[in-house]
């Protein structure tokens, strides 16, 4: 790649090959030429794979491989602390670098899915970070390892430091070359100012020459050294063909500086200083949207940063030893001091404490803590030393969970980013066709006052798809980002699309629409007392999540009943609880349960509280009774939603009379009660089937099925693993005001995406003629082009201003009583 001439170019990594290192290599008929055996290897890996299509697609802004490619000296023993296991199966995470463009991301997913035991790979652009689902009994983290190293990229464990320490190089590479640029166009000014008032004012023709000479001079490593992340890209977009945006930056800057070159021989006026204010300006635009790029995506590492990189691990003897925070294991009692904090989470073992939860739950207060309450990681110790027992390695915390869904959210693309990139494909080549037009215009009519070479350069300077290709993603990532440090978590691009066009919300009662903390208000036995009909219930909802269960389990240990252990317990969805003892069937739960199994039941209670019914053995033994108000909020976002034109309902396990009346309370027409899950889903399907776009609310654990089925699934458990795996969009603050929030910011974010796509399309459509007239100069057509990209990075960035708390919440299975 712009290899000296007569020197050959590696087919693998373009660059330069010396003579004395030269590798050729037949393949399928045709001499092909590498640099070395590691890119001859990767070539073949790479062709004989199929994916020969990489070479032709690739964007590279520099040749070359990463320094250390082609070997990696990491084992297994040593990858083991960065895989989180998965039942059967495990996820690698890891940084990539020499990733250059997005044929590199498709290389990597490509062939790592292609690898025997690897079920998925997928890889972020934006972090170079990759993340791969792998059987450890068919393949090892160090083949997955290798595998990349063989392509020629460098693989390395994801850590923070890794990531900022790829992200930083980037960054210093840009800087040095703007300096640079920026220190030789002052002097070049200096020589540009001097010609300009010679031209007006006359000037010795030799000293004229001279002030040209040294233009050139100053000039020259500002286009080829400044400038050369654009003439790099342009070279490959012609060997590969497949025009992009450097192709246009670097004809206008090789255009104005080699006519430059030339007038200087013929007595001609030079522009030295046009090409390399060019690059100036585009090279600060750049540096702008690197800047901004790195604080939209800062959410991830503000999330990581919660967790200590370190943790006081305590042996048998009670000794503690300073060990990295990713090895502790399920299990593992380490020590927090006041001041510290928690590295993963876990229970208390011993010591009573005080935590500032705020970072982790949106709690104000520090709240006391305790010998087995639970703690998450990043939250605070705040008075005195506590032992923990670890129940989930680092990487499985809920902090790291959640990171990694904003990486997953920011690297899918909402569907209204395809018009920009087919609008993208054909922009190219259109530019260049009319900078040609116009240089042959103006050639063919001269015109005083226009330049025909400027003209034609300010054409292709003044052209930018890159504001096109940044008004989608850079609002995603944005908008991601804030969303998640307000409590709210969505899955992608399209998920914020799809919850932006909502048109129906429906809600789950018990937890969603009410404070998910029942009160029991009364026992009704038809045989024996209520203590033996509270402990009969309580042994059955031993280890449920469901908040009823939970109100039952408080009451009978606040009576200091004694319960039952059972094995066997069975859920039924949507019906109760089931479970074999010495002396018959145990059953707990709805009137309908209760009927399928032939048990005799009185009249259902004139009231509209929540009823479980009980039954022992064939025989009916009582009826237990709650209430859950509403919970606090819940009347005014459902007025808000119908404010906007969101229709509302209520779709309820719960008795019909519970539906009904709750549904008045908060202003709800359709309240639907008695429903087992699969009606729910068969209600959704009809609303669909109607062309209705829905919005399903639930706890994310007893509705599942209908949050999967829904165009948008929201759990408000946010902190259960089955929220974080089932739903589209998950509020980690269980308040409702967030889903308002989330609703708005998905609008608010569509809505930053049109005003970019326009401003860029705008844009383009009343610059180019300007430039093609001879109107605008190509120094104000390159400070017009690094203008559009910072225009369109910085709109979005005002999605960061998010509404509510930048906390993380997990308030546990919906409606934990305390």
């Known amino acids: 790649m712009n290899a000296p001439t007569g020197a050959l170019a590696c087919d693998h990594c373009a660059l330069p090959i010396p003579p004395a290192e030269l590798v050729c290599d037949e393949i399928d008929g045709v001499t092909h030429n590498f640099c070395c055996h590691g890119c001859r290897g990767a070539y073949r890996i790479i062709t004989g794979a199929g994916l020969e299509r990489f070479y032709r697609q690739r ?130 000014m200096g020589y540009s100012l001097a010609l300009y008032a ?96 790195r604080r939209a995506a800062s959410g991830v590492d503000r999330l990581l940063q919660l967790a200590p990189d370190t943790a006081q691990r305590l042996d048998e003897a009670g000794h503690s030893t300073t060990v990295d925070s990713t090895v502790l294991r ?119 006052a226009v330049a025909p070479l400027l003209a034609a350069v300010a054409v292709l300077v003044i052209a930018c798809p890159c504001a096109l290709g940044l008004a989608t993603p850079t609002a995603i990532l944005v908008a991601s980002g804030a969303a998640a440090g307000g409590g709210i ?119 509209t509280a929540t009823v479980i019914h009980v039954a022992h053995a064939g025989s009916y033994r009582g009826r237990l009774l709650f209430e859950d108000p509403p919970r606090p909020g819940a009347a005014e976002l459902l007025a808000a939603l119908r404010r906007t034109g969101i229709r509302t309902m209520l779709l309820s396990g719960d008795r019909q009379a519970a539906a009904s009346r709750l549904g008045e309370r908060l202003g709800i027409v359709e309240a639907r009660g008695e429903l087992t899950p699969e009606e729910k889903c068969a209600r959704l399907e009809e609303l669909r089937a109607a062309g209705q776009r829905v919005l399903m609310v639930g706890d994310g654990i007893n509705d599942a099925p209908a949050l999967a089925l829904a165009d948008v699934g929201c759990a408000m458990a946010g902190g259960t693993d089955i929220a974080l795996a089932t739903s589209d969009l998950v509020l980690t603050i269980t308040r409702l005001e967030k889903l308002q929030e989330a609703l708005e910011l998905s609008r608010r974010t569509m809505s930053i995406i049109r005003q970019n796509l326009f401003w860029a399309f705008a844009y383009n459509l009343a610059a180019l003629p300007l430039a093609a007239m001879g109107k605008l100069a190509p120094i104000h057509a390159a400070a017009a082009m690094a203008l559009s990209s910072v225009c369109v990075v910085g709109n979005s960035l005002r999605l960061g201003r998010c509404k509510g708390s930048a906390k993380l919440v997990n308030s546990g299975p919906a409606g934990t009583l305390t």
């Open 330 to 448: 399920p299990g593992d009692c380490v020590l927090v001091r006041p001041g510290e904090r928690f590295p993963a989470d876990g229970r208390i073992l011993a010591g009573e404490t005080e935590i500032d939860c705020a970072a982790a739950t949106g709690e104000p207060l520090p709240q006391a803590a305790g010998p087995g309450a639970a703690v998450l990681a990043g939250t605070l110790n705040l008075v005195v030393a506590v032992s923990v027992t670890i129940e989930r390695p680092a990487a499985e915390s809920f902090v790291a969970r959640v990171a990694g869904l904003v990486e997953e959210a920011q690297s899918r693309r909402a569907p209204i980013q395809q018009l920009a990139d087919r609008v993208a494909a054909w922009f190219v080549p259109l530019v260049a066709l009319l900078a040609a037009t116009t240089w042959l215009f103006w050639t063919l009519r001269p015109d005083p």
């Open 198 to 293: 010679g031209y007006f004012q006359g000037m010795e023709s030799l000293t004229k020459w001279l002030l040209q000479l040294f233009a050139a001079v100053v000039a020259t490593p500002v286009v080829f050294y400044g400038g050369w992340p654009f003439l790099a890209g342009a070279w490959r977009s012609l060997r590969h063909r497949s025009a992009g945006m450097d192709l246009l930056v670097a004809i206008g800057i090789l255009a104005a500086w080699g006519g430059s070159v030339h007038a200087l021989w013929t007595g001609g006026e030079v522009y030295f200083d046009t090409a390399a204010m060019i690059v100036t300006l585009l090279l600060t635009g750049r540096l702008f949207e690197n800047g901004a790029r």
């Open 489 to 607: 978590l969505f899955r992608g691009g399209d998920i914020l699309e799809a919850t932006a066009a909502i048109e129906v919300a429906a809600f789950d009662k018990t937890g969603t629409l009410t404070e998910g903390k029942p009160r029991l208000t009364a026992i009704e036995p038809a045989a024996g007392t209520t203590e033996e009909l509270l402990a009969l219930a309580a042994a059955a909802e031993t280890g449920s999540t469901h908040p009823l269960a939970r109100g039952v389990l408080v009451e009978a240990r606040r009576r200091r009943l004694h319960i039952a252990s059972l094995a066997g317990i069975r859920t039924l969805p949507g019906r109760g609880l089931a479970v074999e003892t010495p002396e018959g069937l145990l059953l707990v739960g709805s009137r309908r349960l209760l009927e399928e199994h032939a048990v005799g039941l009185p009249e259902e209670p004139a009231t």
């Open 59 to 188: 964007d590279w802004r520099e040749a070359g491989l990463p320094e250390g490619a082609f070997a990696t000296a990491y084992d297994d023993p040593f990858l083991a602390r960065f895989v989180e296991a998965e039942g059967d199966h495990a996820t690698l995470s890891f940084v990539v670098e020499g990733l250059r463009c997005a044929s590199c991301v498709w290389l990597n997913e490509k062939v790592l899915a292609a690898l025997d035991g690897v079920e998925s790979a997928r890889v972020n652009y934006a972090t170079h970070r990759v993340r791969v689902r792998f059987d450890p009994a068919r393949i090892a983290p160090a083949g997955i390892f290798a595998a990349v190293a063989q392509l020629g990229y460098l693989p390395r464990p994801f850590t923070r430091d890794a990531a900022h320490q790829a992200r930083d190089r980037e960054r210093r590479d840009l800087l040095t070359r703007l300096g640079a640029a920026l220190f030789l166009s002052m002097q070049l």
